[in-house]
């Protein structure tokens, strides 16, 4: 399927609309909403791992910011 709506999902709608315990368009608003929560849950993800990615860049910048003042306990190379 695509990255939002897994293929098992959808073989479960497909199944509740065989046995006519849903209609079409239930099983098309089902599937939406499947698709924006998943979505939204990816994005979440995304950011924290972008967040995470810029503090360690920060922190690196501050480093090595130091390191080039002297400012550490390390001898400089």
Same mark, same amino acid.
């Given at each position: ?10 073989r ?13 368009? =239930?099983? /098309?608003? @089902?599937?939406? !909403?499947?698709?924006?929560?998943? &979505?939204? #849950?990816?994005? %979440?993800?995304?950011? +924290?791992?972008?967040?995470?990615? =810029?503090? /360690?860049? @920060?922190?690196? !910048?501050?480093?090595?910011?130091? &390191?080039? #003042?002297?400012? %550490?306990?390390?001898? +400089?190379?």
């Amino acid at each position: 399927m695509g990255k939002y709506l897994k293929q098992g999902y959808v073989r479960h709608l497909e199944w509740e609309l065989v046995r006519e315990n849903i209609s079409h368009s =239930k099983m /098309v608003e @089902l599937m939406e !909403k499947e698709c924006i929560k998943n &979505y939204k #849950q990816d994005n %979440t993800i995304s950011k +924290k791992i972008k967040r995470f990615f =810029k503090e /360690v860049w @920060l922190g690196i !910048k501050i480093a090595n910011n130091a &390191y080039l #003042q002297g400012k %550490t306990g390390w001898g +400089k190379f």
